[in-house]
């Protein structure tokens, strides 16, 4: 045998040797390592927005539960609990951006000279949506590459200064949006949104599942529409069910932030442009929402400084 | 050429919506009980991939669905098999399984549900879609093109964020090519049910006056009904049930105006 064929002898031998001295338990980790290692390769890399802090995002898996209206909310909430915290929010509802409405916003951003956006302003709070950026009767007719891509302009390209929050609303559903958001950004924790109705409850499941799945921590749940009280004879429906998400969160194990009554005054004030909190801080309305922040700050994590 | 399947359907209606959480696959469902005591055939086709609601609705989230030569059987609401119904509710295995899928595999999922179930004789086809204009609604309309539609129904609540959103779903009709054949108001006022003192929690009048503004016919505007929310929530068929409550006479009427607009007229 010459000495080639020895050493290659040798490496095979000490190669069979190798794999079969390890045991197959400790042969299946290896090969799950390096399946990691080659999937993570693929997977987008999650990158902090300059300049913020904090990102919390709101969700809800179902549609028309009141997540724009909380987290317009929400987000002047946090600002008035704590003066020195600046606030932003980022509208990610492409298709139906509700927040230029609500925080009575309008018109196009101007660039800074870095070409990046400069986010609307009102009542202390820095606001970006695509609801600047089209006209108002014009639908977003996209496919979700599209959306993806507005999505990470909306993200990055905006010149959000120094934010120590920064919440998200999200759209209905579990698509691309949701998907893109997790993957490229570090979230801080995440807010399921429900009303009480079964139907509700189901997509917020799946809202909640869809986070796990993404490694987002999910903070706790809020219950909106929760009762209805007659401003006449002050008697109480409950139109949307009752304590449905209550039930929901002690069986995904997760706390109830907070309920939110149904009251006129609240679709009336974001309707006019001037959220409960800023303009009726003193209602029943405005100290749930504030509330709720407080709860959410609570079981945020500690800041990086 | 092999039959298609939706060559036994008679009409099919779309309901839209921009915004989320106003009651389309609400009005979808008593739309198609209401057609079903008019003795119609109907069957649903709900295209809302992430929040599936319409097996829900029908009680039937159990239900498997079952291929056979021409396709995916439709799962019947009831014993005779009046209402058929296609969701991905009942391809999960697990209802509460989250379908967290990107534009390009929702596509195919609904182009399969427009080609490849087997819905046999129907009088009317009734899509139910997600909120917004987005994969689902364009492979949907694209799909369903060579089949001609009816038109779409157009569902918003009165508030101006609600109405704002359909504004832009109007447009994606005109667009697309879609005729609409109105606009309903939903969750147009709730009447206490101790003191019957009407208040509008979700404004009034903003969806008659959007159809007024953008000339589509206006259908009606239902009421916020408890009794509606908890049949829906118990699978219960509201039309035969609670004929008294108060959002049964608008839903009524809408079933009533489509039936007019689709019944044969005599040249």
Redesign the interface.
């Known amino acids: 045998m010459s000495l080639f064929q020895s050493v290659g002898c040798f490496v095979v031998v000490s190669f069979l040797w190798e794999n079969c001295s390890l045991s197959s338990s400790s042969r299946d980790e290896v090969l799950r390592d390096k399946r990691a290692q080659i999937m993570s390769r693929g997977l987008p890399k999650q990158k902090p927005i300059e300049g913020v802090k904090q990102v919390l995002v709101l969700a809800s898996?179902?549609?028309?539960?009141g997540k724009?209206t909380a987290a317009v909310n929400i987000a002047l909430a946090l600002a008035a609990n704590d003066s020195t915290k600046e606030v932003g929010l980022l509208d990610a509802d492409i298709?139906?951006p509700?927040i230029p409405?609500?925080m009575n916003l309008k018109g196009n951003p101007e660039l800074t000279p870095k070409n990046l956006m400069r986010p609307l302003k009102n009542y202390g709070i820095a606001c970006m949506s695509m609801g600047f950026l089209i006209e108002?009767?014009?639908?977003?007719?996209?496919?979700?590459?599209m959306?993806m891509s507005a999505v990470e302009k909306l993200l990055r390209q905006v010149d959000w200064g120094h934010l120590d929050y920064l919440v998200i609303d999200m759209?209905?559903?579990?698509?691309?949006v949701?998907?893109s958001v997790s993957q490229n950004v570090p979230i801080a924790g995440a807010v399921i949104i429900s009303?009480p109705?079964?139907?509700?409850l189901?997509?917020a499941?799946?809202?909640a599942?869809?986070f796990r799945?993404?490694h987002v921590p999910v903070l706790g749940l809020v219950q909106n529409m929760s009762v209805?009280q007659?401003?006449?004879?002050k008697?109480e429906?409950?139109?949307?069910?009752a304590d449905g998400a209550r039930d929901l969160a002690k069986s995904l194990e997760l706390d109830v932030l907070g309920d939110i009554p149904?009251h006129?005054n609240i679709?009336?004030t974001?309707?006019s442009g001037q959220p409960v909190v800023i303009s009726q801080p003193q209602s029943d309305a405005a100290k749930a929402y504030l509330r709720i922040a407080m709860e959410i700050v609570k079981r945020l994590p500690v800041p990086p400084a | 050429a092999e039959r298609s399947n939706l060559a036994g359907v008679q009409h099919v209606l779309l309901v839209l919506s921009?915004?989320?959480?106003?009651g389309k696959?609400t009005v979808a469902t008593e739309l198609a009980l209401a057609l079903r005591l008019a003795g119609k055939r109907v069957g649903i086709l709900d295209v809302d991939l992430?929040?599936p609601?319409i097996p829900?609705?029908f009680r039937v989230q159990d239900s498997a669905v079952h291929q056979c030569d021409s396709g995916w059987v439709p799962v019947f609401a009831h014993q005779d098999k009046s209402i058929s119904l296609m969701s991905i509710g009942f391809l999960l295995e697990k209802?509460?399984?989250?379908?967290?899928?990107?534009?390009?595999k929702?596509n195919a999922l609904i182009k399969q549900f427009v080609s490849d179930v087997a819905w046999g004789e129907l009088d009317f086809l009734i899509v139910d879609t997600?909120?917004?204009?987005?994969?689902e609604?364009?492979s949907t309309v694209e799909a369903l093109r060579p089949h001609k539609p009816l038109g779409a129904i157009l569902v918003t609540?009165p508030?101006?964020?609600s109405v704002?959103?359909v504004?832009?779903?109007?447009?994606?009709c005109k667009?697309t090519g879609l005729r609409v054949l109105g606009i309903i108001e939903n969750m147009s006022g709730?009447i206490?049910?101790?003191?019957s003192?009407c208040?509008?929690?979700?404004?009034k009048g903003g969806g008659e006056e959007l159809a007024k503004h953008a000339g589509v016919p206006f259908l009606g505007s239902v009421p916020?009904d408890?009794q509606l929310?908890?049949s829906?929530?118990d699978g219960r068929d509201f039309i035969q049930e609670f004929p008294k409550s108060s959002a049964f006479p608008a839903l009524a009427h809408i079933a009533q105006q489509i039936l007019d607009g689709t019944s044969p007229r005599s040249s």
């Open positions: 898996g179902k549609g028309g539960v724009s298709y139906g509700s409405k609500m108002e009767t014009a639908p977003v007719v996209w496919r979700g590459l959306v759209p209905p559903g579990t698509g691309d949701q998907l009303t109705q079964d139907i509700a189901l997509d499941r799946k809202g599942e869809m799945k993404v209805f007659c401003p006449k004879c008697h429906t409950h139109i949307f069910g149904l006129v679709r009336e974001c309707d | 921009g915004k989320g959480g106003v696959s992430c929040g609601s829900r609705m209802p509460d399984d989250a379908v967290v899928w990107r534009g390009p929702k997600p909120p917004g204009t987005s994969d609604h364009i609540t508030q101006a964020v704002g959103d504004r832009r779903e109007l447009t994606f667009k709730f206490c049910p101790h003191c003192e208040t509008n929690i979700f404004s916020l408890p929310s908890q829906l929530e």
